[in-house]
Every structure is written in structure tokens, then in C-alpha cells.
């Protein structure tokens, strides 16, 4: 750790399997910044920092956007709010969650027909 439960980008790209390329682009376009900055001006991130990242790249697989992966981020953040967004940041989050149960099921289907596939080339391997 850099400083007191903060560290540096190389170490959250160990962490997380990310490349510092795609942690330094996520903080340009303002997906995930840096919670502080070393006196030397290196990015410090903290766990929290962390479980964003994980999070957005858990988003990866099922196909969301830079864009809806910043709106779920800003739903999760209004969801911790005060009151009149809380209501709001919950309901974009259960919507959120409903679109990934879509997409989860989208991607089962095609590894189920992957595995079909290798099942008719083992057939005729074996014929």
C-alpha cells in the first residue's frame, strides 16, 4: 500500500487483471477516479475504488456500455443518498439488475449452443 489504505494503479491492475492503460483511461473519461493523488502525483486508490472496478468489470462480459457501466456507478451512489434519490438510485438498480438476469440468460444460450456445436464435431471425430 502507498499510503494508509490507499494504493497505487499497478497494484489495483494486479488486483483487478486490468491493465494500467484501461484504469488510466477509465479515470479520463471519469468511470473511475483516483480517490487521491501522492504528493508526487500518482494515483492512490482505495478498497472502495476496488470494488467499483470489480464491479464495472464484471459488466464486461455481459456487454455493457462505458456508458450504462457510469450509470449503474451513479445509480449505486444515488441508491446511498439522501432520501428523494435513494428511491430513485434503488429503482434504476433493480432495473440494472433485471437487464443483467436478460443478458445472463442471452449468454447460457449461447454457450449451451457452443456445447452443442462440440458435441456434433466430437460425434463425427468419433464416427
Known amino acids: 500500500m502507498a499510503e494508509t489504505g490507499m494504493m497505487h494503479i499497478g497494484e ?3 488486483r483487478t487483471g486490468l491493465s494500467l492503460r ?4 477509465y479515470d479520463q473519461i471519469g468511470l473511475l ?3 487521491g493523488r ?8 482505495t478498497e472502495d475504488d476496488h470494488d467499483q472496478l470489480m464491479l464495472i ?3 464486461k462480459p455481459l456487454g455493457y456500455s462505458l456508458e450504462q457501466m457510469g450509470d449503474l456507478l451513479r445509480a449505486l451512489e444515488s441508491a446511498r443518498g439522501s432520501e ?3 428511491a430513485d438510485g434503488a429503482n434504476e438498480l433493480a432495473q440494472f439488475l433485471d437487464d443483467a438476469h436478460e443478458r445472463r440468460s442471452g449468454l447460457a444460450r449461447q454457450l449451451a449452443a457452443a456445447d452443442e456445436f462440440i458435441d456434433q464435431l466430437n460425434s463425427r471425430i468419433t464416427d
Not at 484501461?22 to 483511461?25: G, L, N, S
Not at 501522492?38 to 486508490?45: A, D, K, T, W
Request: charged share 30%; aromatic share 8%.
Open 12 to 14: 489495483l491492475a494486479e
Open 22 to 25: 484501461t484504469i488510466r483511461h
Open 33 to 35: 477516479t483516483p480517490s
Open 38 to 45: 501522492s504528493e508526487g502525483g500518482f494515483r492512490l486508490y
Open 57 to 59: 468489470r464484471r459488466m
Open 84 to 86: 428523494p434519490s435513494r
